[in-house]
């Protein structure tokens, strides 16, 4: 299974790992690591910290929607077009459920490297670090995007099945 996420990474990293976000997101830890006087991964990791916790928390209401949805598909909205919006709209949080749980996931030994000790691999951690918190920060955003205009998208099919006749 890592094998398969390490390999999703390699595609997914780079869409939200942009030059600049790193500049941005290696100034805000360089920047909490001078307000709070850590070790720069120590930032880094009270960054990741704060970030599991959101996840931790949309996930929540990701579950919560996906076990709703599913109910209203299989007993309530049976039939015609808002049927299949909540297929869709399942599937979309299924797959948003994915994304959040590769927000979550632990840092091992492969990420480190065998050489943590040297200098030069105390800074490659550092940058892998950087990296490591930006791409959490900026998937983590997305999907809540992608969360609220699902949920949004919830509503607006329930008054359409509601408000139309036939459904």
């Known amino acids: 299974m890592i094998k398969a996420i390490q390999y999703l990474d390699r595609f997914i990293i780079p869409l939200f790992t942009k030059q600049e976000f790193l500049d941005e997101e290696h100034k805000y830890l360089e920047l909490e690591l001078s307000s709070k006087e850590k070790a720069f991964g120590a930032s880094g990791f009270y960054a990741l910290d704060a970030i599991d916790q959101k996840v931790s ?14 109910l209203f598909a299989v007993t309530v909205i049976t039939k015609g077009i808002t049927h299949y919006l909540l297929i869709i709209e399942n599937i979309c949080y299924i797959s948003i459920t994915i994304g959040l749980l590769r927000c979550i996931i632990i840092i091992g030994p492969e990420f480190i490297g065998p ?8 800074d490659d951690f550092d ?29 607006i099919t329930l008054i359409i099945h509601y408000a139309l006749p036939s459904g």
């Open 57 to 70: 928390s949309l996930l929540t209401h990701v579950s919560i929607m996906i076990a709703a949805l599913s």
């Open 127 to 155: 940058n892998k670090l950087t990296i490591e918190v930006c791409f959490r920060r900026r998937l983590y955003q997305f999907l809540l995007d992608v969360t609220i205009t699902i949920t949004f998208l919830f509503v």
């Open 115 to 122: 050489e943590y000790g040297s200098y030069k691999a105390k």
